[in-house]
């Protein structure tokens, strides 16, 4: 009986071996396929391990109160009183947009001198695309006076291919500096450089335009948004600058500076009413690439997607550290708040109920 227990403790050894051969056999197509299918996932949750943030910004508080004057507004900022309001720009490249164009035009208009608006007849991607804008702009005759708007004509790419989108929506930014010229624009004059989902609020342009003393140039922190105001992500939009315009003054959306302005609007990133209208920016923006399989743009899919506040393209936070990261992997909280939004949202609750606590259904077109 010992002899026969030896021998099956030795030949579970000798076995051991080939199970492990088996389970490597098993396991590694897994892991490869799982890489293969989820690379781009996993390559940001490792993130931290490889890539440093960028250096922080100087945070500017940013003090408003209603029924408070402009000179006392100013002087807590550290600045004075101008004589005169300044003339503002507002500088955006369009893609398509449309509703919330027309919430920020009301935001800015009492504040704007031009909206220059530029929209090209190609996607970034290099894909043709209807002009917009010019299909829809009788929608925005209250601002008829002050717009100045131009077309860009894009490369088209090829049959199944894309184009550079970094390449394309260069070009358009280069490109907003001959109409900002053909506008009027001065030295001395405020420009806001932001995408057109990028607004500013109405006490931000009032602070920028009246006060002497501002940098010449400052970001401004957005409270960033995802598919409508009850999804609200952070507070880490700050591409959208102010520019006190000058002979050096270049359309750009990239870092400009070291310094920024706390809580000075709003980033309300695929914030659309029709599902079509997801499936166009997806294939159409810069980040095009995100689409990986076809059922990406299921209809049925974005909508529960929409719901949830899930990711579009199933990826993880773009964050530097892994608490960070963590701290923001699952769906987006639900906010029932709807204070200290675009005035002219509330105005018309109904029209936009979409962006609105409880409106995450969409329609299909």
């Given at each position: ?303 529960k997607i929409i719901c949830r506040g899930d990711d579009l393209f199933d990826m993880l936070p773009e ?47």
């Amino acid at each position: 009986m010992a002899g026969s227990g030896r021998s099956n403790r030795f030949s579970s050894r000798r076995a051991s071996p080939k199970c492990l051969l088996i389970f490597f056999l098993i396991l590694v197509p897994i892991i490869v396929l799982g890489i293969f299918s989820h690379g781009q996932k996993i390559s940001y949750f490792f993130r931290p391990l490889w890539d440093t943030p960028p250096e922080p910004f100087i945070r500017l508080p940013h003090y408003y109160a209603e029924n408070v004057s402009m000179e006392h507004l100013c002087h807590l900022h550290g600045w004075s009183l101008r004589s005169q309001p300044r003339r503002v720009f507002d500088a955006i490249i369009f893609s398509n947009e449309l509703d919330i164009l027309e919430i920020r035009w009301h935001e800015l208009l009492p504040y704007v001198t031009k909206f220059v608006i530029l929209e090209s007849n190609t996607t970034f991607t290099g894909i043709a695309k209807p002009l917009f804008f010019a299909q829809n702009q009788a929608r925005f005759n209250f601002a008829e006076e002050k717009i100045v708007y131009g077309v860009f004509s894009g490369r088209k790419a090829s049959r199944r291919s894309y184009e550079d989108p970094f390449i394309l929506e260069g070009e358009q930014r280069v490109a907003m500096n001959a109409l900002l010229k053909q506008a009027g624009i001065s030295n001395g004059d405020l420009l806001i450089m932001s995408d057109t989902d990028e607004i500013p609020s109405a006490n931000t342009m009032k602070l920028l335009q009246w006060c002497d003393g501002i940098p010449p140039v400052l970001h401004l922190e957005l409270r960033n948004y995802l598919y409508s105001y009850e999804y609200l992500v952070d507070f880490s939009s700050w591409r959208a600058t102010s520019h006190v315009f000058g002979p050096r003054t270049r359309y750009r959306h990239s870092r400009q500076t070291d310094v920024i302005l706390s809580d000075a609007g709003w980033h309300c990133s695929f914030c659309f009413r029709h599902i079509k209208e997801f499936v166009f920016k997806m294939t159409a923006y810069s980040h095009a690439d995100r689409v990986r399989r076809r059922d990406f743009l299921d209809y049925s899919r974005i909508q529960k997607i929409i719901c949830r506040g899930d990711d579009l393209f199933d990826m993880l936070p773009e964050e530097y550290t892994f608490r960070e990261l963590i701290k923001k992997m699952g769906s987006i909280p639900r906010s029932v708040s709807a204070i200290h939004l675009p005035a002219y949202v509330i105005q018309n609750s109904d029209k936009f109920k979409f962006l609105l606590p409880g409106g995450c259904v969409r329609s299909p077109k």
